[in-house]
């Protein structure tokens, strides 16, 4: 064991405030060099002072205490300072990931009109049973997600049939940022001859469809 790693395991020992330990620790260590300075072997001034439990509690007993409760009291607010910490951590974390929305109106990125144009186009190929042409606007990372089968599996989930298109209702539109990511969600309310068909369509800041559901 070398002085330092010593001085050390004596210091996670000792009762006291963090002041007072580091003094404690730089007298011990200049006790050490002094003795192995004088020519006495680390080896024998480490046998002579003890293990490092019994030389810190022989400083422990010399504490009084108010010493320990300074100690105490310096212990329980570095801990709640560590569980401070943790939760501001995942409070940060939670922040991160949950979706912030604004007014499109106010979107550097996104224009309401050409969201519009787009989802409407995106609709109408869905419509008509071009889920390939549909799938290849999905962005990389939905492109498996969303895949031609997909896109097929869930119109026929619908049992029936939509009809001929007679008109576009525009919902919602908004801008959200999501795990520092900026997304624009629309929703459309579509009238066909048969039914009434509400699309609800994310696209990322390419213009890439990210999200894609139809109820």
């Not at 070398?2 to 996670?12: L, S």
């Not at 730089?26 to 293990?51: H, N, T, Y």
């Not at 205490?65 to 100690?71: D, I, M, N, Q, V």
């Amino acid at each position: 064991m070398t002085a330092k790693q010593y001085v050390k395991e004596v210091g996670k020992l000792l009762k006291c405030r963090a002041s007072k330990k580091k003094e404690v620790k730089r007298q011990l260590l200049l006790e050490i060099d002094r003795a192995v300075s004088g020519g006495e072997a680390l080896e024998d001034v480490l046998k002579r002072m003890g293990i490092p439990w019994d030389y810190a509690n022989q400083y422990n007993d010399s504490f009084d205490k108010a010493e320990w409760k300074a100690a105490k009291r310096e212990k329980r607010l570095k801990i709640w300072g560590i569980v401070l910490i943790v939760i501001a951590a995942i409070l940060a974390a939670l922040y991160w990931n949950l979706p912030k929305w604004s007014d499109i109106s106010e979107s550097t990125i996104f224009d309401e009109e050409q969201l519009k144009l787009q989802a409407e186009e995106i609709i109408r190929l869905y419509g008509d049973n071009d889920f390939q042409a549909v799938n290849m606007r999905v962005n990389e990372d939905m492109r498996q997600i969303l895949s031609e089968e997909t896109l097929q599996l869930t119109k026929s989930q619908i049992e029936e049939t939509f009809g001929e298109l007679l008109s576009f209702e525009t919902i919602y539109v908004s801008e959200v940022e999501q795990r520092g990511k900026m997304y624009a969600m629309i929703q459309i309310r579509v009238s066909y001859s048969d039914r009434d068909v509400t699309y609800t369509i994310t696209f990322d800041d390419e213009m890439k469809i990210a999200g894609f559901h139809v109820k």
